[in-house]
């Protein structure tokens, strides 16, 4: 579909559809970023895999998909490093 082709309402809720999907991409992103920071002073651990710069970024391409396997990775009970401080918690 060519966007010159669009028209009227279509082509004014694309555009609104784009822009808010950009912001809450930028929104994660920046949430991404700002959780990666926090983890590392309290922890003093980095991210996993890749560095905050890397997953800030992926999370601003691939949006709310990322972020979730961000917080997959980082913050569920699928992080054994996780469950592990948890337990001592408990205890």
Do not use: C, Q, R
Not at 67 to 87: F, M, Q, T
């Amino acid at each position: 579909m060519n966007v010159t082709s669009m028209s009227g309402p279509f082509l004014f809720f694309w555009i609104i559809w784009a822009v808010a999907v950009a912001v809450v991409n930028i929104a994660f992103a920046i949430g991404v970023f700002v959780d990666a920071d926090l983890m590392f002073v309290k922890t003093k651990k980095e991210t996993y895999l890749v560095s905050k710069w890397i997953w800030a970024l992926a999370t601003l391409i691939g949006g709310v998909f990322i972020a979730g396997i961000y917080w997959l990775v980082h913050h569920s009970k699928l992080n054994p490093n996780l469950s592990n401080e948890i337990d001592s918690d408990i205890i």
